[in-house]
């Protein structure tokens, strides 16, 4: 991260939220800003003395104090002044400087911050699957929007990057309610039980929402031209550079880079970058996961809610009644009424059942276990603890068979040797194995400019001739093909 000069600097801007005389400075330029909200801009001292003595809470307001407040925001760039010359009939009055006041963009912007803080669990937040389809359309207009004018492209710029930051603020602030400490402990009371199942059924209308749309962004952003991105963020750049602005330094290439680092933002939400999973998808996680503590906790209290009940005079009366059946076929038709479900699953599978007779009953044969897993993504089977064995003897008993097997394959190999010579021509039918080990043992000789390797055991060879113009024919048990008549050199181990 690149710390640039102003972020070192102090705001004074924002110094009058927690200073000596807040209480007087805060419902200023909360009345600039309702004034600034309905076009008026500019205030004169009177007025604005006029305003906060309405209020019981300023009934000991005196007019220098007003000045000294307005002066003080002044001085740290809340309020822009200007001496109003239009009325002045004598240099005293010049003198004196009646000023009007109007608030400054800055202060504009902190005003709105706190707003929106005061508001924050008042107006609280929602998830909007309309949203969702919004940016599907406007993505699905990308290409069109591109060759239309500046204008409508920069409209169409900025109803996608609204939708796209309302969605996901709007879905942090949501799974931050559900998150918080007062949302557990609500989970665990009774009452939500009335509330969960339309949470439930809003959480998923959200997720079929985003199933529904976020495939078909994800595809339409992975099939879009590079140079189409490229004209856009251009076209938009050279837009907002032609604005007029007063007083404002603007500077091409960072606003370039602010509207390609959303553009980049936008395709990792729904696309992902570099294998790496996209926002949306975890977005699905969470939500999906947060239906399952609601409906873990509902479980949970109904389960609590039964624990108090006493049903020893039930369990007795059942017991009378099941003294009372006749036999055992009696007494099976009542435990399927007391244990069984109102409404029972029969389960279908290719079950091997002992007997074929269509009389036998679920009684008379032996049950059949069937492991059910539960369907979720993050599901992973438990590693089942035992101790730890000594395999020592079958290690031992591998190493010598492998040592074996490798001395059995060298043997079959250099049987195939004469007189340290291996002619393909004069080779006799082979198995797969040894083929390919003859073939390895060429290959790394002609890749080397001396045409010399060595075999696993270290042994020197190398080609007699590489460029060799005759064929043979090598013949082996899984076919046969042509090949160029090599001989292979084996040199003498020295000791």
Same mark, same amino acid.
């Given at each position: 991260?690149?710390?640039?000069?102003?972020?070192?600097?102090?705001?004074?801007?924002?110094?009058?939220?927690?200073?000596?005389?807040?209480?007087?400075?805060?419902?200023?330029?909360?009345?600039?800003?309702?004034?600034?909200?309905?076009?008026?801009?500019?205030?004169?001292?009177?007025?604005?003395?006029?305003?906060?003595?309405?209020?019981?809470?300023?009934?000991?307001?005196? &007019? %220098?104090?007003?000045?000294?407040?307005?002066?003080?925001?002044?001085?740290?760039?809340?309020?822009?002044?200007?001496?109003?010359?239009?009325?002045?009939?004598?240099?005293?009055?010049?003198?004196?400087?009646?000023?009007?006041?109007?608030?400054?963009?800055?202060?504009?912007?902190?005003?709105?911050?706190?707003?929106? @803080?005061?508001?924050?669990?008042?107006?609280? #937040?929602?998830?909007?699957?309309?949203?969702?389809?919004?940016?599907?359309?406007?993505?699905?207009?990308? %290409?069109? &929007?591109?060759?239309?004018?500046?204008?409508?492209?920069?409209?169409?710029?900025?109803?996608?990057?609204?939708?796209?930051?309302?969605?996901?603020?709007?879905?942090?602030?949501?799974?931050?309610?559900?998150?918080?400490?007062?949302?557990?402990?609500?989970?665990?009371?009774?009452?939500?039980?009335?509330?969960?199942?339309?949470?439930?059924?809003?959480?998923?209308?959200?997720?079929?929402?985003?199933?529904?749309? @976020?495939?078909? !962004?994800?595809?339409?952003?992975?099939? !879009?031209?590079?140079?189409?991105?490229?004209?856009?963020?251009?076209?938009?750049?050279?837009?907002?550079? #032609?604005?007029?602005? !007063?007083?404002?330094?603007?500077?091409?290439?960072?606003?370039?880079?602010?509207?390609?680092?959303?553009?980049?933002?936008?395709?990792?939400?729904?696309?992902?970058?570099?294998?790496?999973? #996209?926002?949306?998808?975890?977005?699905?996680?969470?939500?999906?996961?947060?239906?399952?503590?609601?409906?873990?906790?509902?479980?949970?209290?109904?389960? &609590?809610?039964?624990?108090?009940?006493?049903?020893?005079?039930?369990?007795?009366?059942?017991?009378?009644?099941?003294?009372?059946?006749?036999? !055992?076929?009696?007494?099976?038709?009542?435990?399927?009424?007391?244990?069984?479900?109102?409404?029972?699953?029969?389960?279908?599978?290719?079950?091997?059942?002992?007997?074929?007779?269509?009389?036998?009953? @679920?009684?008379?044969?032996?049950?059949?276990?069937?492991?059910?897993?539960?369907?979720?993504?993050?599901?992973?089977?438990?590693?089942?603890?035992?101790?730890?064995?000594?395999?020592?003897?079958?290690?031992?008993?591998?190493?010598?068979?492998?040592?074996?097997?490798?001395?059995?394959?060298?043997?079959?190999?250099?049987?195939?040797?004469?007189?340290?010579?291996?002619?393909?021509?004069?080779?006799?039918?082979?198995?797969?194995?040894?083929?390919?080990?003859?073939?390895?043992?060429?290959?790394?000789?002609?890749?080397?400019?001396? #045409?010399?390797?060595?075999?696993?055991?270290?042994?020197?060879?190398?080609?007699?001739?590489?460029?060799?113009?005759?064929?043979?024919?090598?013949?082996?048990?899984?076919?046969?093909?042509? &090949?160029?008549?090599?001989? /292979? /050199?084996?040199?003498?181990?020295?000791?």
């Amino acid at each position: 991260m690149k710390i640039q000069e102003k972020m070192r600097k102090p705001m004074l801007e924002a110094k009058y939220l927690n200073v000596e005389n807040t209480d007087r400075y805060r419902p200023i330029i909360r009345l600039f800003y309702l004034k600034y909200e309905k076009l008026k801009y500019w205030l004169y001292q009177e007025e604005v003395f006029e305003e906060l003595k309405e209020d019981p809470y300023f009934g000991s307001y005196t &007019m %220098e104090q007003c000045q000294q407040d307005l002066t003080a925001l002044a001085s740290w760039g809340n309020l822009i002044t200007i001496q109003d010359t239009r009325k002045v009939n004598s240099i005293e009055e010049f003198k004196n400087k009646k000023f009007r006041y109007q608030l400054s963009e800055t202060a504009v912007e902190i005003e709105r911050m706190v707003i929106r @803080v005061e508001n924050l669990f008042i107006e609280g #937040s929602s998830l909007e699957p309309t949203l969702l389809e919004r940016l599907r359309i406007n993505f699905g207009r990308l %290409e069109e &929007m591109v060759s239309k004018n500046p204008e409508k492209l920069y409209g169409w710029w900025n109803d996608l990057n609204n939708d796209f930051i309302r969605l996901n603020q709007n879905y942090q602030d949501y799974m931050r309610e559900l998150n918080s400490v007062k949302a557990e402990e609500m989970m665990k009371t009774k009452e939500f039980l009335l509330f969960k199942d339309r949470l439930i059924e809003y959480l998923r209308s959200f997720v079929k929402g985003l199933q529904a749309n @976020v495939s078909a !962004i994800e595809q339409k952003l992975w099939n !879009i031209d590079k140079t189409i991105v490229t004209k856009l963020v251009e076209q938009v750049t050279s837009y907002e550079l #032609s604005i007029p602005r !007063i007083d404002v330094e603007v500077d091409e290439k960072m606003i370039y880079d602010k509207i390609m680092g959303r553009w980049e933002s936008m395709v990792e939400w729904f696309a992902g970058k570099d294998g790496i999973q #996209s926002e949306a998808g975890k977005v699905f996680d969470t939500t999906n996961e947060i239906i399952r503590k609601i409906t873990r906790y509902a479980a949970r209290i109904s389960e &609590m809610s039964s624990q108090g009940a006493n049903r020893r005079e039930e369990y007795k009366k059942v017991a009378q009644i099941f003294s009372e059946c006749r036999d !055992i076929q009696e007494a099976h038709r009542l435990a399927a009424v007391v244990f069984g479900i109102e409404k029972p699953l029969h389960l279908k599978g290719a079950i091997q059942r002992e007997t074929d007779s269509i009389n036998s009953g @679920v009684y008379e044969e032996n049950p059949c276990v069937l492991t059910l897993t539960p369907r979720i993504r993050t599901y992973r089977e438990k590693a089942k603890r035992t101790g730890i064995r000594d395999h020592s003897r079958e290690k031992e008993e591998m190493r010598i068979a492998e040592i074996e097997k490798q001395e059995k394959e060298r043997k079959l190999l250099k049987s195939y040797i004469k007189d340290n010579r291996l002619e393909f021509s004069k080779l006799p039918i082979l198995e797969p194995q040894v083929r390919d080990m003859f073939l390895l043992w060429l290959s790394k000789a002609l890749e080397k400019k001396n #045409s010399r390797a060595k075999t696993e055991e270290g042994q020197t060879y190398y080609i007699e001739k590489t460029d060799v113009r005759e064929y043979c024919t090598l013949n082996c048990t899984d076919g046969v093909f042509q &090949m160029p008549a090599y001989t /292979i /050199i084996f040199e003498e181990e020295k000791e």
